[in-house]
């Protein structure tokens, strides 16, 4: 098993900067990929990034390309999501996510129990 322990949400002004972070524990080196999504209200869960373990190759929503970067710490086994010039519309529960396959958009065995970001204007 795996756990995922998501940090560093909360409130901000549009145009604001959060890092998130979420650092896995357990079996984690069955681990491939690791990323994010988020559900804002009254909408399904949706992708926004992810990292592929081995090689640190990326995939973004288009939504939040040029904005949020994703990076990974392999000694700590943690991912950071920087999400820089917020919008209301990024306000959401954003989800920490990890696979044991290596692909951006698949199926995510382990999720962490998400924390929330709130963007004001």
């Known amino acids: 098993q795996v756990q995922l322990v998501e940090s560093g949400g909360g409130l901000v002004q549009a145009g604001g900067s959060l890092r998130l972070s979420c650092a896995a524990s357990?079996?984690?080196?069955?681990?491939?990929?690791m990323g994010w999504f988020r559900r804002a209200p009254g909408k399904e869960r949706e992708f926004v990034t992810a990292?592929?373990?081995?090689?640190?190759?990326?995939s973004y929503a288009n939504s939040v390309k040029g904005r949020f970067t994703i990076s990974r710490d392999i000694g700590k086994t943690t991912v950071y999501l920087q999400m820089n010039s917020l919008n209301p519309e990024d306000t959401a529960v954003y989800y920490c996510?990890?696979?044991?396959?290596?692909?951006?958009?698949?199926?995510?065995?382990?999720w962490g129990q998400g924390t929330q970001v709130t963007v004001s204007s």
């Open positions: 357990g079996r984690t080196f069955s681990l491939r990929t």
């Open positions: 996510a990890a696979s044991q396959n290596a692909y951006f958009r698949g199926s995510y065995e382990y």
């Open positions: 990292i592929i373990w081995n090689g640190g190759s990326t």
